[in-house]
């Protein structure tokens, strides 16, 4: 099976992306997909601060529960609150209206994380 992978985003190895240029931060196709229909969905409020590879929060399936860990340290900016009513928005499109949180951040720890062809070699 062929994941979508968007070639803008950076990567953790336990599957969290973020968007260098809006600082938004969800989990991957991949991910959502070996969780199975995502019903639950913690997140920290905002001006949390997080740090990078820390948990921010839990994500609940039908099959697991899983931490989150953050791709970089910043503080939480915004919130998808729309995700406490319709946690499914995780599966329907974990890329768009699925994101989780948006961090204002320090650029320079983009350099650790996983380019969208690497994370693709890993998800292979």
Do not use: C
């Not at 019903?39 to 590879?53: I, S």
């Not at 609150?81 to 989780?100: C, Q």
């Amino acid at each position: 099976m062929s994941f979508d992978v968007p070639e803008d985003l950076r990567y953790r190895e336990s599957h969290e992306w973020i968007d260098p240029e809006t600082g938004r931060v969800g989990i991957s196709e991949f991910a959502q997909d070996e969780l199975g229909d995502v019903v639950f969905v913690e997140l920290p409020g905002e001006g949390d601060a997080v740090e990078a590879g820390g948990e921010f929060g839990v994500v609940e399936s039908i099959k697991a529960v899983s931490d989150l860990y953050a791709p970089v340290s910043g503080e939480v900016v915004a919130v998808n609150e729309a995700l406490f009513d319709a946690p499914e928005l995780v599966n329907d499109d974990p890329f768009g209206d699925g994101w989780m949180l948006e961090l204002d951040f320090d650029e320079g720890e983009l350099d650790d994380l996983l380019s969208a062809d690497e994370y693709r070699d890993q998800i292979a």
